[in-house]
T-cell receptor, first 117, second 112 residues
């Protein structure tokens, strides 16, 4: 069982829809991440929150909007997506925020499989 | 810049065979190194890690040693099982960038 919980597991949305992905962890981790993974590829970093503040945005299009309401929750708001945005969206957390030493491993959820029609 | 190179797959082995998946890296400073595994339909799980040169990470029969002189972190297992079939990612964590850099992944298929 994963300690990072993502909902929903699957999502199908049209290009005009607005939807949100949710992620929750109760391990007291100080950093949370959104990754996008295409089939047979490694995960690509989208956003990093450290201590509930956005610390890294990998030039992600504005149709993806992250939100960190508190230290345990992370949302990804989706609006006006394109078919090429279809992918597995992974949330992750780590005990320590990335810094001088990157020793804390990431704990991943099982992801949301998103299909944009 | 920082990068990770993994051997291309897929790797197909018979049960109880010896496994090696090669991973080499390029980095400034003193990165931490990780192996993650992704089973079908799941997210990534940490398999093992090493945070400094000559450290050996181990878990579930898998091992990898952080070799600074050869900039490598090869994954090994003495006897694979069908349940080890998955995609394996080597990754580098660099404090310089605050990011985890993944290799391209190696698919392992173990046949009975």
């Amino acid at each position: 069982d994963t300690e990072v919980t993502q909902t929903p597991k699957h999502l199908v949305m049209g290009m005009t829809n607005k939807k949100s992905l949710k992620c929750e962890q109760h391990m007291g981790h100080r950093a949370m991440y959104w990754y996008k993974q295409k089939a047979k590829k490694p995960p690509e970093l989208m956003f990093v929150y450290s201590y509930e503040k956005l610390s890294i945005n990998e030039s992600v299009p504005s149709r993806f909007s992250p939100e960190c309401p508190n230290s345990s929750l992370l949302n990804l708001h989706l609006h006006a997506l394109q078919p090429e945005d279809s992918a597995l969206y992974l949330c992750a957390s780590s005990l320590e925020a990335p810094g001088t030493h990157y020793r804390s491993p990431l704990h991943f959820g099982n992801g949301t499989r998103l299909t944009v029609t | 810049g920082n990068s990770v190179t993994q051997m291309e797959g897929p790797v197909t082995l018979s049960e109880e065979a010896f496994l090696t998946i090669n991973c080499t890296y390029t980095a400034t400073g003193y990165p931490s190194l990780f192996w993650y595994v992704q089973y079908p339909g799941e997210g990534l799980q940490l398999l093992l890690k090493a945070t400094k040169a000559d450290d050996k990470g181990s878990n579930k029969g898998f091992e990898a040693t952080y070799r600074k002189e050869t900039t490598s972190f090869h994954l090994e297992k003495g006897s694979v099982q069908v349940s080890d079939s998955a995609v394996y990612f080597c990754a580098l964590g660099s404090g310089n960038t605050g990011k985890l850099i993944f290799g391209q992944g190696t698919t392992l298929q173990v046949k009975p």
